[in-house]
Nanobody, 121 residues
Framework: QVQLVESGGGLVQAGGSLRLSCAVS????????MGWFRQAPGKEREFVAQ????????YHADSVKGRFLISRDYAKNTVYLQMNSLKPEDTAVYYCNRLTSWDNRDGIYGWGKGTLVTVSS
């Protein structure tokens, strides 16, 4: 089994920063694509960012481009989401998952509990 554990969420003020972590217990192959998603109450889950494990190539959704940065620590088997200039509209539960492919953002594993990010105004 593969275990994904999100952490790092919390309460921050608008304009602040936070770094989320996604620890992956299983082996990550070079072709794996990892991603971050978020879901606010009453809204559908939305894509945030993705990263190719081997090269570190990234892609970010327009809503977070320039503010958020996805990265990975190859040795620690951990994916990060650095969130800067946070806005109240960033408030959501954040999830990580392995994507089916670079072009297919369907999650391969089940969705976990995620980590809650609350941004106050």
């Amino acid at each position: 089994q593969v275990q994904l554990v999100e952490s790092g969420g919390g309460l921050v003020q608008a304009g602040g920063s936070l770094r989320l972590s996604c620890a992956v217990s299983g082996r990550t192959l070079s072709s794996y694509v990892m991603g971050w998603f978020r879901q606010a109450p009453g809204k559908e889950r939305e894509f945030v960012a993705q990263i190719l494990w081997s090269s570190g190539s990234t892609y970010h959704a327009d809503s977070v481009k320039g503010r958020f940065l996805i990265s990975r620590d190859y040795a620690k088997n951990t994916v990060y989401l650095q969130m800067n200039s946070l806005k109240p509209e960033d408030t959501a539960v954040y999830y990580c998952n392995r994507l089916t492919s670079w072009d297919n953002r369907d999650g391969i594993y089940g969705w976990g509990k995620g980590t809650l990010v609350t941004v106050s105004s």
